[in-house]
């Protein structure tokens, strides 16, 4: 006989941040672990979920804290709550990004369909920038990587070479046309980059699409924002002061 007793809705499937925030920052120099050191008075990290947060696609966030600092960062995390509609998690990380990422990746529940992987260091990240890169995804795209057109003419050296330290020899010039810089916040399918992670996640790769791309999988590129760039060396911790104290003084927050 047909059951014809009608069925409960499925509950909607929801969006997730997992933000990157374990590593140490050496390249900014000595300190506590870089998602913490503060920007505008604020701990870094505290800027990057408040712009996650502040999207209107993302309803959880999963914070992927240094291992030594996971109390603190919940600690602080409490301090300064999201919207009510945002959960907060918050996961020890591992020995490098992707590692992090893939933590923060085994903490997502079922009802999670598509993932922004966000670094801390990018904190000032617009949220109009994350909800383009949502949108890409939940219009069918499987990965989707904000970027902006290279500005410098970049060089190609030998493998093996080391970075910047003497006179290099110069295999080749890209056409620069052709090259774009990527950014963070990177949006996927979930089970697109849970199977990326879970085939290549060993493997040396400098961001997450780089994983998907070895699936075979089309990655597609928007338009990033530069404000979202990453807070690496100390002069870009200089640019992002100062960018924030220009939104504050414009925006008054
Ligand atoms: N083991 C690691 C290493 C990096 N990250 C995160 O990945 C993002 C991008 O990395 P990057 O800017 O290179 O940060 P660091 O690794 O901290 O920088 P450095 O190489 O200068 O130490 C950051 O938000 C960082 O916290 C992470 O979660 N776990
Ligand atoms: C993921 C990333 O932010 C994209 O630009 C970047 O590749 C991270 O690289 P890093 O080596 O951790 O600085």
Redesign the pocket.
Known sequence: MTDTTPKSPSPPLRTAAV??????????GPGA???LRPLGGTPMLVH?VRAMARARAVSLVVV?APPAEVAAVRSLLDEHPPPPAVDQVVVP?????Q???GLGLAALPEDIAVVLVH????PLVPADTVDTVAAAVRAGARAVVPALPVTDTVKQVAPGAPAGDGPEPVVATPDRALLRAVQTPQGFDRGTLDEAHARFGADTATDDAGLVERLGVPVVLVRGHEEAF???RPLDLVLAEAVLARRRMNDGF
């Open positions: 933000i990157p925030a374990a590593g140490a920052g050496v390249r900014l672990p870089k998602a990057a992927v990380g591992g020995a490098t990004r590692e992090s990422v670094d801390a260091a990018r990453k807070v690496t």
